[in-house]
């Protein structure tokens, strides 16, 4: 349990009569794989931008300062990533525990309180923050989401 409430940066004592049930129930539940893959070709231009192929980071995630490994070939600024995999999951674990994404969380809570499905449909409007673009950029999301949801369904 310690380990997981590290993991998804919530704060507890140690005392498992006081776990933080509903902050852990918020951060540690499901990105829809279909939204994250979307994200992905959208941030990586389908995985053939430069930080994609030399980094293996297919969503832009920048490094924090003092923690960047600048090795040669490498675009600096920007996490390495050992792959694909390892991108994806930082990726996940960024959504679920970053603060500037908390209402991305609280509306996927809402989903499931009311027991209905957590989708990319239901999901991708509910990046507030995600982009400085704002809406029009959760607009192009959905469209692009929209337009590849059959490619993206075959190979899920």
């Given at each position: 349990?310690?380990?997981?409430?590290?993991?998804?940066?919530?704060?507890?004592?140690?005392?498992?009569?006081?776990?933080?049930?509903?902050?852990?129930?918020?951060?540690?539940?499901?990105?829809?794989?279909?939204?994250?893959?979307?994200?992905?070709?959208?941030?990586?231009?389908?995985?053939?931008?430069?930080?994609?192929?030399?980094?293996?980071?297919?969503?832009?995630?920048?490094?924090?300062?003092?923690?960047?490994?600048?090795?040669?070939?490498?675009?600096?600024?920007?996490?390495?990533?050992?792959?694909?995999?390892?991108?994806?999951?930082?990726?996940?674990?960024?959504?679920?525990?970053?603060?500037?994404?908390?209402?991305?969380?609280k509306?996927?809570?809402?989903?499931?309180?009311?027991?209905?499905?957590?989708?990319?449909t239901?999901?991708?409007?509910?990046?507030?923050?995600?982009?400085t673009?704002?809406?029009?950029?959760?607009?192009?999301?959905?469209?692009?989401?929209?337009?590849?949801?059959?490619?993206?369904?075959?190979?899920?």
């Amino acid at each position: 349990m310690k380990d997981i409430a590290k993991r998804y940066k919530v704060r507890w004592s140690g005392n498992t009569r006081r776990i933080p049930w509903n902050t852990l129930l918020e951060r540690v539940d499901i990105i829809p794989a279909s939204m994250v893959a979307t994200m992905a070709a959208a941030e990586s231009g389908w995985g053939t931008s430069k930080l994609a192929r030399s980094n293996n980071n297919l969503f832009g995630m920048k490094c924090a300062k003092g923690h960047c490994a600048n090795a040669p070939g490498k675009v600096k600024g920007y996490s390495q990533f050992a792959s694909v995999k390892e991108s994806v999951s930082a990726y996940v674990t960024n959504l679920n525990t970053h603060p500037a994404y908390s209402s991305f969380r609280k509306s996927r809570a809402q989903l499931r309180k009311a027991d209905q499905e957590v989708t990319a449909t239901a999901m991708i409007h509910k990046l507030k923050g995600y982009s400085t673009q704002g809406a029009r950029y959760n607009n192009y999301l959905f469209a692009m989401y929209q337009d590849n949801q059959r490619l993206i369904a075959a190979h899920m």
